[in-house]
């Protein structure tokens, strides 16, 4: 018989802690969550690289505003970021312009996805149930509508008893051994 290692039982168990951790549900859909988001996070960063950024260059007559809106914290005026030292701090005014640009694309390409996944997803969904609409209180007296909370009749002026709630009388049977 094979002797057992120390911890090797607690090894054990937190293996298979572990592994049913893994295989819930909410573990693997947040994984496949964020394969799917790393993925669509190329398609949009090539969408913008690619296709949009040269566009609102040629707009904008080739400006590039990641590369062209700095300042360099030295006092000297660079014209390019190539030119200035690398000890140099730099705020890159253009890097942050163009990352807003870029989230605000990827935000508009979400929302065109979400919608049309809602809009598919529409036809299959099962309508509301819309609860019936209650019944309104009438007057004894003048059969007139009176308001759930009200004691006295507007129209007539005749006190009225508030009706008991299903819940209370319920509750009151129960409690009187019925």
Do not use: W
């Not at 607690?10 to 947040?30: C, H, I, M, P």
């Not at 529409?122 to 308001?147: D, G, H």
């Not at 508030?162 to 819940?167: C, G, I, Q, S, T």
């Amino acid at each position: 018989m094979r002797k057992k290692l120390i911890g090797e039982e607690a090894a054990v168990g937190l293996f298979k802690e572990f592994k049913t951790f893994v295989t819930r549900g909410n573990v693997v859909d947040l994984a496949i969550g964020m394969v799917s988001g790393a993925a669509f996070t190329a398609i949009v960063t090539s969408l913008v690289n690619d296709l949009i950024t040269p566009l609102i260059g040629r707009i904008t007559g080739g400006l590039d505003v990641s590369s062209t809106l700095f300042l360099a914290l030295d006092g000297v005026m660079y014209s390019s970021l190539e030119e200035i030292p690398a000890e140099v701090a730099v705020l890159k005014f253009g890097s942050f312009l163009q990352a807003v640009i870029n989230f605000l694309i990827i935000a508009l390409c979400l929302f065109f996805v979400v919608r049309s996944i809602n809009r598919l997803q529409q036809p299959f969904k099962k309508p509301a149930e819309v609860p019936a609409p209650k019944p309104k209180r009438k007057c004894p007296y003048c059969l007139n509508e009176v308001a759930d909370e009200a004691t006295r009749c507007p129209h007539c002026t005749s006190m009225i008893e508030l009706p008991e709630e299903p819940d209370a009388v319920e509750s009151d049977a129960e409690n009187s051994g019925v």
